[in-house]
């Protein structure tokens, strides 16, 4: 579960980048004659809603992930802790 949290930011980033990529390449693949006009159609109106969605879920992750982050070191407990002392 440790790793699945550090790896879901990074992997939703980088399926944005490329949905991203996705979307400003399909002018060019349709100029170039590789994707025809249903595919124009079709993914002109697909993709700018998958790239908007995944960049809201990798802001999502990002929120919840620095939300969660502890306030200090995980090593510290009770009387041992640095920042027990400064608080008092």
Not at 41 to 46: S, V
Request: net charge positive; proline share 5%.
């Amino acid at each position: 579960m440790k790793t699945l949290r550090r790896l879901l930011p990074s992997s939703l980033g980088g399926l944005t980048g490329l949905a991203c990529a996705l979307c400003c390449a399909i002018p060019l693949l349709l100029a170039a004659g590789v994707l025809g006009g249903t595919g124009w159609a079709f993914l002109g109106q697909i993709m700018p809603g998958i790239a908007v969605a995944l960049a809201a879920a990798t802001a999502l992750v990002w929120w919840w992930r620095a939300k969660r982050r502890p306030a200090h070191a995980s090593g510290c407990s009770g009387d041992n802790c640095s920042c027990a002392s400064s608080s008092r």
